[in-house]
């Protein structure tokens, strides 16, 4: 029987083991974005521990989509050179490496550029401050900017890139009624709404050939009143994948969200991990590209259970290699015990703080 450290493909992108690094913001790249050797330090950390594929944290694509401090960009041709020398680090240490683009949209802060952030639309409620809505033109501005940001990521060595779709960023509210409000071609059914984010793939696709990997990420619902469902999510991820998309990773809920978010705390138990297998079993149902599940994974049973049931064709972590980046090669070794992990997201306090993301219980780097 086929078990989780068997090598496959994305693509052409070959992949050791079925266990890849979920995008994790960890607030080591410079108050511009620029790629440090801490960052790198981390990923190569992440090799070492034997991760099938590592995807970067979220990379801003234009100044004003950043959404985080210290968080890495990817919006300057400038920025290339660093980024090449992560990943010259991860190949030579074995590892391969996925760019995951994004741009915060409404979640944007007018502290880093001055400017109200961009929203699909205004929506009240959710925001104290005012957003600014986008124009059309914007609009091709930023799916112009996620091409360029996916042909610096090829040219800087990156094994694929992935277009962060899911948690409530700008791809994520085209795709939400909630943020959703437009009357024109890019709001109102569900094929509008999700135009902005084919474009996008296509942009990406044009921009980096038809053989290099572009992976999305998207929330299979967003666990929220008159928000996406799974069944309009289905839809979108149908039409991406006959516009060339190579796999899907399947998350859920918004950075609004509190226990339905996409880092839901006390995961203490195998019941409560996979939090999202439910909807990965629809999608299965439904597509055939590659399903990349994320959401409370702690047990290396757990995966190798939902593997063989075809729930999904990989498995993304976060916090757990917070806790433990050299996770992997202890299950590898056949130390089976599970993820230490408390979900107790206190490894993020640090990096609101300027001082990079890492596990509170765990010895400091």
Request: net charge positive; glycine share 10%.
């Amino acid at each position: 029987m086929e078990d989780l450290f068997t090598n496959s493909t994305i693509k052409n992108l070959s992949i050791a083991n079925r266990f890849i690094r979920s995008a994790t913001w960890m607030g080591l790249a410079t108050e511009k974005g620029y790629c440090t050797p801490e960052l790198i330090d981390r990923m190569v950390e992440l090799c070492l521990g034997q991760v099938g594929l590592i995807i970067t944290g979220h990379a801003y694509v234009l100044p004003e989509g950043q959404a985080s401090i210290r968080q890495l960009g990817v919006y300057r041709d400038d920025m290339i050179a660093g980024l090449k020398d992560m990943t010259d680090r991860v190949h030579d240490n074995g590892g391969r490496i996925v760019m995951q683009v994004s741009h915060a949209g409404f979640f944007g802060k007018k502290a880093f550029t001055g400017k109200p952030p961009l929203a699909v639309s205004e929506v009240k409620g959710i925001a104290r401050a005012p957003r600014q809505e986008m124009t059309v033109e914007d609009i091709k501005t930023i799916t112009e900017a996620f091409g360029l940001a996916a042909a610096r990521a090829k040219d800087a060595g990156f094994d694929g890139v992935q277009i962060h779709a899911a948690h409530g960023y700008l791809m994520s509210q085209f795709l939400s009624p909630i943020f959703n409000k437009r009357t024109d071609s890019y709001g109102g059914t569900v094929e509008n709404r999700a135009r902005a984010l084919l474009e996008v793939l296509q942009t990406v696709r044009k921009n980096v050939g038809k053989d290099y990997p572009v992976l999305i990420k998207i929330n299979c619902q967003d666990y929220a009143p008159d928000g996406l469902g799974i069944e309009d999510s289905i839809k979108v991820v149908r039409m991406l994948e006959e516009n060339g998309l190579d796999a899907v990773e399947i998350s859920g809920g918004l950075l609004t969200s509190m226990k339905s978010g996409p880092n839901r705390p006390g995961i203490n138990s195998v019941e409560k991990e996979a939090y999202f297998q439910k909807e990965a079993i629809e999608f299965k149902k439904h597509i055939s590209i590659p399903l990349i599940l994320v959401g409370g994974i702690r047990s290396y049973g757990v995966a190798q259970e939902l593997f063989h049931r075809g729930v999904a064709d990989y498995f993304s972590m976060s916090r757990p290699f917070i806790n433990e980046p050299m996770l992997v090669k202890r299950w590898k070794a056949g130390d089976r015990r599970k993820s230490e992990c408390l979900s107790d997201n206190r490894c993020f306090v640090s990096g609101r703080s300027g001082e990079g993301v890492s596990c509170v219980r765990t010895t400091k780097r």
